[in-house]
């Protein structure tokens, strides 16, 4: 279906306006796949907190004009579907690759984080970032394992001079 300039207009400002925030654009060929695969890869989109349009690409190089992701506009070309990681930088990596598993038509061609543009196989290094909760536990044990060692050396000490012993009695005493 042809657009008219205002809807143009519109899903270039709609898609700059998530460009300007998105972490991550993964850009990948979708010909060949089938209503389906492309429902089910929406819903798992919205669930991830992945902005997924199919647009023009013309229309996607207008769009992200002026923002971190220009630097794909020369290596859009063919039938694109672009993932936008709205919140955090590997959801669109991840969507992308779990979909490209089950579906061979589902091929990704471009990958963009932080102006930098990478080439496909960056997918793989993209969908393994830890999501925002496993880097905060990462840093909660990082932060922990000194205090950690601290009390295991205590104890060590504490056990080796008999006052672990003393210790446990003491309780039972009183």
């Known amino acids: 279906m042809a657009l008219n300039l205002s809807q143009k207009q519109e899903v ?3 898609l700059a306006e998530v460009a300007a925030k998105a972490h991550s654009l993964v850009a990948a060929e979708y010909a060949g796949t089938t209503v389906s695969q492309m429902t089910a890869m929406r819903k798992k989109a919205r669930e991830s907190g992945v902005f997924l349009k199919v647009v023009k690409n013309t229309l996607a190089a207008r769009a992200v004009a002026g923002t971190e992701f220009e630097v794909v506009a020369d290596a859009l070309t063919g039938p694109l579907l672009y993932a936008f ?10 969507l992308i690759k779990e ?63 008999g006052g672990g012993e003393v210790a446990a009695e003491a309780p039972a005493e009183a």
Do not use: Y
């Open 12 to 14: 270039v400002a709609e």
């Open 99 to 161: 979909f490209a598993k089950t579906n061979d038509k589902l091929q990704p061609k471009v990958v963009s984080i932080e102006g930098k543009l990478f080439d496909a196989k960056h997918v793989d290094v993209l969908a393994s970032l830890p999501t925002r909760e496993e880097a905060l536990a990462m840093l909660a044990r990082v932060l922990a394992e000194p205090v950690t060692m601290f009390a295991r050396a205590i104890k060590a000490v504490a056990d080796k001079q």
């Open 85 to 94: 990681s709205t919140e955090e930088p590997g959801a669109a990596g991840r």
